[in-house]
């Protein structure tokens, strides 16, 4: 979509001043998925676990019926389940809470208990794995600056670090202050090509992953996917030409990607059903702080010290599989 829509010579004046270029355009089409996809939830039903927490036992069963009937075929009335046993577990949800801190207080019911043994120091792992992902995954936002940038300057088949160099972010800002905005039609068609080819590199790598998740543990397949990210982020400042660059990053993102995903696998099967969500949400909020964090530190270490900038997401992803080997084993499921 960006290569079709941002190198459009479009760029009306806005009656509120400033003008419609076709980054904002691009932007709301980029949107548009999000909403579709939203107006689609709200036509799905709750899920059991919630109806009953609101003490409708018949929506749950029908809700369940339904799945039974999507899964085998069979007809909903021939659902073999007519009544739902529940325990302890759905206590918390049903505490009701009054105030203006009402929902802060919900959330703290449902958060409490992995704050406690035997679930905070998996939690703490979870979370600390989940923001190191993020961080070593931190590379992607910069890459087609990164690309651009290489492929405007005079050694764009020469290790990265050098082209970078030639062409420092600082020097291409004043150039931008000169030329008073940004020229959408003079946009390098390469730095989308090159989006292309990691996006379905690591497209193919979640197909692979998906199969091998069914058959081999996922805290090894884990481990081994974070050993290769690695590997490949230590080669990326000094492989040339570009072509080489081009797939050593592709890949790079290809393993650091999975790995979140395969991390969220591991975390549901570390904890109970009934905080599976609570602790998925903890440790992805984490991940989010390890992405905004990482992709700043990553930024300023591109124009101090570029190959440290590779050579820390390296270090990260190495860390990570190395703590990998303290993940506790859980009821293993797949990823399908």
């Not at 979640?206 to 543990?217: D, K, M, R």
Request: charged share 15%; net charge negative; hydrophobic share 45%.
């Amino acid at each position: 979509a960006a290569w079709a829509v941002l190198p459009l010579p479009i760029n009306p004046e806005l009656p509120w001043g400033g003008r419609f270029a076709t980054w904002r355009l691009y932007v709301i089409l980029e949107s548009l998925p999000s909403l579709v996809t939203g107006l689609f939830l709200l036509t799905l039903d709750e899920t059991p676990r919630f109806q009953l927490s609101k003490g409708r036992e018949e929506e749950a069963i029908i809700t369940l019926s339904k799945l039974y009937t999507h899964n085998t075929g069979i007809p909903m009335h021939e659902y073999p389940v007519k009544a739902l046993k529940t325990d302890g577990v759905m206590r918390p949800m049903n505490r009701v809470r009054k105030g203006p801190c009402s929902g802060l207080l919900t959330v703290w019911d449902q958060i409490y208990p992995l704050l406690k043994p035997p679930h905070l120091p998996v939690l703490i792992l979870c979370c600390f794995l989940q923001a190191a992902c993020f961080i070593a995954n931190g590379l992607l936002i910069w890459l087609p600056d990164i690309f651009g940038r290489t492929a405007s300057s005079e050694l764009s088949d020469s290790p990265i670090c050098e082209a970078l160099e030639l062409s420092p972010l600082p020097d291409l800002l004043h150039q931008d202050d000169e030329s008073q905005g940004c020229d959408s039609s003079s946009v390098d068609t390469i730095a989308f090509f090159n989006a292309l080819v990691i996006g379905g590199t690591v497209g193919i790598a979640y197909i692979i992953v998906a199969f091998l998740s069914g058959h081999v543990n996922k805290r090894v397949l884990f481990g081994c996917t974070m050993l290769s990210a690695s590997a490949m982020g230590f080669g990326t400042a000094p492989s040339s030409p570009s072509s080489v660059t081009l797939a050593i990053t592709s890949l790079f993102h290809a393993f650091s990607g999975v790995s979140i995903t395969l991390l969220g696998g591991i975390v549901t099967d570390l904890f109970p059903t009934h905080l599976r969500a609570a602790s998925m949400s903890l440790s992805l909020t984490f991940g989010r702080f390890g992405m905004v964090g990482g992709g700043s530190v990553i930024g300023t270490l591109l124009e101090s010290s570029c190959e440290s900038a590779f050579h820390t997401t390296g270090a990260v992803a190495l860390a990570v599989a190395l703590l990998s080997l303290l993940i506790p084993k859980g009821q293993q499921t797949s990823l399908r």
